[in-house]
């Protein structure tokens, strides 16, 4: 099984601070990895997908990067609607493995 | 609008068979590239994927399940059911259902989640 080491496991940051959130993978997984954010009660919600892409309706202050099998979620001035869990996703081989989540908050 | 709903029993007993049925709108798994999965989430703790189902009904299993997973579609109606067999209190979880893209794999609408407890 392909191993997504995420961190840190937790994070308080400023309003408009720069945030960034990486997860290592075990081995080569390509771009096949997501990011995804869950609020207290909700489903996850995507972020990024293919490493870099950003998905719909998603505000151009999340941004992804790869460099080699680490990767990077970038939130370039965190807001108020931004706390809650981050959690990276390995979609290159079964079976599909998740990140640990990093639980973001506003200091 | 793509939607996906989750309907389980609420609560059952070790050992019993969880029946899980994703109900969805706004996509069709007879659509070349479209899959659903399943992941599940104890309480206060993290992500687990469990199965996914391909338009092809080519399905993959999470192996540490071994082999109590069993995961299928009613194309007709846009549902796709999970069962696990034999459960027990680790099974006790809110699961999701996702609609799944084939670039990437990428599961970019969730459910709400069907929490199930299982308790003697």
């Known amino acids: 099984d392909i191993q997504m080491t995420q961190s840190p496991a937790s994070l308080s940051a400023s309003l408009e601070e720069i945030v960034t959130i990486t997860c290592q993978a075990s081995?080569?997984?390509?771009?096949?990895l997501a990011w995804y954010q869950q609020k207290p009660g909700k489903s996850p919600q995507l972020l990024i997908y293919?490493?870099?892409s950003l998905a719909d309706g998603v505000p151009s202050r999340f941004s992804g990067s790869r460099s080699g099998t680490q990767y990077s979620l970038k939130i370039s001035r965190l807001q108020v609607e931004d706390p809650g869990i981050y959690y990276c996703l390995q979609g290159y081989s079964a079976p599909l493995t998740f990140g640990s989540g990093t639980k973001l908050e506003i200091k | 609008q793509v939607t996906l709903k989750e309907s389980g029993p609420g609560i059952l007993q070790p050992s019993q068979t969880l029946s899980l049925t994703c109900t969805f709108s706004g996509f069709s798994l007879s659509t070349y590239g479209m899959g659903v999965g399943w992941i599940r989430q104890p309480s206060g703790k993290g992500l687990e994927w469990l199965a996914n189902?391909?338009?092809?009904?080519?399905?993959y299993y999470n192996p540490s399940l071994k082999n109590r997973l069993t995961i299928s579609k009613d194309t007709s109606n846009n549902q796709a059911f999970l069962k696990i067999t034999n459960v027990d209190t680790a099974d006790t979880a809110t699961y999701y259902c996702a609609r799944m893209g084939a670039t990437y794999y990428v599961m970019d609408a969730w459910g709400q989640g069907a929490s199930v407890t299982v308790s003697s």
């Open positions: 189902i391909w338009w092809d009904d080519d399905k």
């Open positions: 293919g490493a870099t």
């Open positions: 081995q080569d997984i390509g771009n096949w």
